[in-house]
């Protein structure tokens, strides 16, 4: 898995971290995620936004890793949005009823309103 963040200052949710995950976010991948999740969170911008376009598989270590940066991100006071969801992984999170709970996107420039 591949995990890159970038801070972006001008975007409609205002100064935001958008880190971009590829790959399969396993129990053995998604530490690398938590630990970037963690970082941006830390940076206390207005928003985290999480690129999952290019992630083909999410096993429950993945999905309850974004539960807890979306925990430690209302804490903190910033919005945490995932974005782009391959079917696979809204499949997932839909079973799980985790749709509900989190602030979708359907695309990384629709989050960050570019």
């Given amino acids: 898995m591949q995990v890159t963040t970038e801070l972006l200052e001008n975007t409609k949710l205002g100064r935001a971290?958008?880190?971009?995950?590829?790959?399969?976010?396993?129990?053995?991948?998604?530490?690398?995620?938590?630990?970037?999740?963690?970082?941006?969170?830390?940076?206390?911008?207005?928003?985290?936004?999480?690129?999952?376009?290019?992630?083909?598989?999410?096993?429950?270590?993945?999905v309850a890793t974004l539960v807890e940066a979306m925990k430690l991100a209302k804490a903190a006071g910033v919005a945490l949005v995932l974005a782009g969801m391959t079917e696979n992984v809204a499949d997932v999170f839909a079973l799980a009823r985790l749709d509900k709970f989190f602030r979708l996107a359907a695309s990384r420039g629709e989050a960050l309103g570019v």
């Fill in 17 to 62: 971290a958008l880190i971009a995950a590829a790959g399969e976010v396993d129990m053995h991948e998604s530490p690398r995620l938590r630990s970037a999740l963690l970082e941006a969170i830390a940076l206390r911008p207005a928003a985290v936004v999480v690129d999952l376009s290019a992630v083909t598989f999410i096993d429950s270590s993945g």
